[in-house]
């Protein structure tokens, strides 16, 4: 039986007449190909690098793995559509705490059109991409049994300053409520979830090495999923902390260049990550935004600005 | 004796009625001061520079010393002006082989202004730093006693493509004339020039570690210089190779963000080199770049694409 998932972040709900994607309890998700060449790029790189003898098996593990293609009855009603089988990759997981971080200062590429190159231009500038070199796209951590999960307005997300984004980043692994502005972060879980050998940050740098050495896609517009299990923790047990890449809609070939966008990316969000495993109590900065179910107005308490020139 | 520099490969050069650089016999390199901010700026970071005590002593040698600002007669007899006063980092050598690279993807910034972000933005585009990260915006190679040094034109090595830049780059650690488009550059300096505990990819990876932590500077339209004496590597001597960062009159503060832009074109130079030193023989594309004191029209042998989308 086909459903539609609980906790998806980002990307393409299934709102305003558009189908979304689809689970099934077998840990299958299939996501329908879009109309323009999106779906064609996506269905390519899944075809292409699930059978790239080049890409060593260590790192097949951050992607989802690929089943195919399949025509199904689209979510919205619309008919028969054909649809990506994908690993549904919170799948098994009851209350899973979820990031979703889009990689890159710059998510357009030299041949894409111009108009999406100038929209792609624009909105890297008012988000936090540019400054950070990746925004993030999309948020949804457990809270407790009582709050459940918290879901932050999507668009607020995208436009955080530094500060706001290593708040958001201690959020994701504190046990206090990260709904309540005035609580400063605890990240009692940064150790078991960002850190360790098989934590995020040695997932992240893991990586990063293969990205400095290869050349064989650029993943424009690619995001990293952070996902883990807050439940699980509180209960002492591991954190099932995982990382996947996510969202090849905007793939290129790398013809014999590193993806050096996504690099400094990368690099940027693991320097974030490591700071606060190495001092997570430097944080002041109050990040309060409103749960997406809640229409009151959200607030935020810092400023955008990233960087100032050198004064004399 | 103040004299206009011999080996400067790209950077304002006092023609145009514009006061260039001078040296002096002392190894003291002096930089005329920009009448727009660009002065200023760069003069701010020199002075910030070299008295933080958060750069490490390892990472201070790759930037020229700076013995603060003088008055001198510019060049071009326009009076006196405030120059820079730094180390000649080619002070001493007779014969350098020199390649000026301007490292990032992007050589603009945030809170530039909007004109500038436009004419960089196209520029980056036009240029090879969009595709490959980063531009060789100069370049010097010592031939022979014959030939003596081959400088082609700077408006010409900023666009390569790729497979143009890994040609180059051979030219700049081989033994055979870089002239003769149909000469496969031999790399027999690669493994002195390049490789070795204290070669320019070693000195590369110790400057990629500092970026990937440091969040004190963004180095904006900054260049990599990699200098060696070709000379005395055909005499059997060591090649003196050394990496030296230049031109930071676009220099902005972290901010506590790393500089993901120089990060990741720094990478994309690293991999370039690193497939050299692994694999010299990979080569065929063939690059005619005439001298610059030559007005014969210059020749590419390929086109700067640099992506393609993958295909089904």
Not at 116 to 143: A, H, N, P, W
Not at 280 to 295: F, H, M, Y
Request: hydrophobic share 30%; charged share 25%.
């Amino acid at each position: 039986m086909l459903k539609v998932p609980d906790h998806q972040v980002a990307g393409h709900h299934g709102a305003h007449g558009q189908p979304g994607p689809l689970i099934d309890d077998s840990g299958r998700f299939y996501k329908p190909l879009q109309d323009d060449d999106r779906g064609a790029i996506e269905a390519a790189f899944y075809t292409s690098f699930s059978s790239n003898t080049r890409v060593p098996d260590h790192i097949r593990r951050f992607f989802p793995v690929f089943h195919g293609t399949q025509l199904l009855e689209a979510s919205d009603g619309s008919g028969q559509r054909p649809h990506l089988v994908l690993e549904d990759v919170v799948s098994g997981r009851s209350h899973p705490s979820v990031m979703d971080v889009k990689i890159g200062s710059r998510t357009w590429y030299p041949e894409a059109s111009e108009d999406y190159i100038q929209r792609c231009f624009e909105k890297d500038r008012k988000t936090s991409s540019l400054c950070l070199g990746f925004r993030i796209s999309g948020l949804q951590l457990y809270g407790s049994e009582e709050s459940g999960l918290w879901k932050p307005e999507r668009k607020l997300v995208q436009n955080l300053s530094a500060d706001e984004v290593r708040v958001v980043l201690k959020k994701f692994v504190s046990s206090n409520s990260p709904i309540d502005p005035n609580l400063n972060p605890d990240c009692s879980f940064a150790s078991s979830v960002y850190g360790g050998s098989s934590g995020i940050l040695a997932q992240l740098l893991e990586l990063k090495s293969w990205f400095e050495d290869q050349t064989i896609y650029h993943l424009n517009s690619c995001s990293v999923l952070m996902v883990y299990e807050k439940k699980k923790v509180l209960k002492g047990g591991s954190s099932d902390a995982e990382v996947k890449l996510i969202d090849f809609a905007h793939v290129t070939e790398g013809n014999g260049i590193i993806d050096h966008n996504f690099v400094g990316g990368l690099c940027s969000l693991i320097k974030f990550i490591s700071e606060i495993l190495t001092s997570p109590d430097e944080c002041t900065t109050k990040v309060c935004l409103q749960n997406s179910d809640n229409n009151n107005e959200e607030i935020l308490t810092s400023s955008n600005e990233c960087t100032t020139k050198v004064c004399l």
